[in-house]
């Protein structure tokens, strides 16, 4: 049987081009956690000059990975959707698992192990806790494998002063844990979870990038949570 051209091709060439320049890598995932950024910032992170960044850019808005906010006379570039953001989180868990089995890198440590950020929410031990805690305590409810927050939750949301609007759906996704091997939430809602927790100092950064720290506040915010046991 011959199969004809169409058939066989998917349509993601241009997308992983569009992605394969780690100038065009750093851009998106200095974008990844929801931030707006005019170029400038952005040549500045992929430590290249602005003219570079430009085509960089123009060639992510292409590929439909990026999209373009005017403000004034500057051009704020941000992630175009939710899928891309899953897609960019997919692909550093792919990266990561991959180097690993090929031994450029040791096995993961325990503090990214333990807890770790994963563009934007929380991931390792700690970001699969967080979520069997919501979901036990019906705060979210899976569908599939996307989530919504209840009415439960966003009084918890207040409760516990985290910014979070639920007009965006869905609230959360799963998104697969590299080092648990099991899904952690992803998406809006656990990303306004991991900034208050940022915010209020309840988790810090360690040395090793993406790791971080449980504080004590951080403690008491998951006891409150219903979460006994060590962390």
Same mark, same amino acid.
């Given at each position: 049987?011959? %199969? ?7 349509? %993601? ?19 990844? !956690? ?7 910032? @952005? ?22 990975? @990026? ?10 570039? +941000? ?13 550093? !868990? %792919? ?6 089995? &090929?031994?450029? &890198? ?5 503090? @990214?192990?333990?807890? &770790? ?46 910014? %979070? ?25 656990? !990303?306004?979870?991991?900034? &208050? ?14 790791? @971080? +720290? ?18």
């Amino acid at each position: 049987m011959t %199969f004809s051209r169409q058939t066989v091709q998917p349509g %993601f060439s241009r997308v992983a081009e569009a992605l394969s320049d780690p100038a065009r890598e750093a851009m998106v995932g200095a974008l990844a !956690n929801g931030r707006a950024m005019p170029a400038g910032e @952005l040549a500045s992170i992929a430590g290249i000059s602005p003219q570079s960044a430009s085509a960089h850019l123009q060639k992510l808005v292409e590929a439909r990975l @990026l999209s373009v906010w005017p403000q004034g006379r500057f051009r704020y570039y +941000r992630i175009s959707d939710d899928d891309v953001v899953a897609l960019i989180e997919g692909l550093v !868990n %792919f990266a990561a698992k991959t180097e690993a089995r &090929r031994g450029k &890198r040791a096995s993961p440590g325990e503090e @990214l192990r333990r807890m &770790r950020t994963c563009y934007g929410h929380l991931a390792g031990r700690l970001g699969v806790v967080l979520g069997e805690a919501l979901v036990c305590r019906r705060l979210v409810v899976i569908n599939g494998r996307t989530a919504q927050v209840t009415e439960a939750g966003l009084a918890w949301c207040r409760s516990e002063s985290i910014d %979070f609007n639920p007009s965006r759906s869905p609230h959360c996704r799963l998104c697969n844990d590299w080092t648990e091997r099991v899904p952690h939430l992803a998406g809006s809602f656990p !990303n306004a979870i991991l900034k &208050r927790l940022s915010e209020t100092r309840c988790v810090e950064p360690r040395d090793v990038p993406r790791a @971080l +720290r449980l504080t004590p506040k951080g403690r008491a915010f998951f006891d409150r949570l219903g979460v006994k046991g060590p962390l």
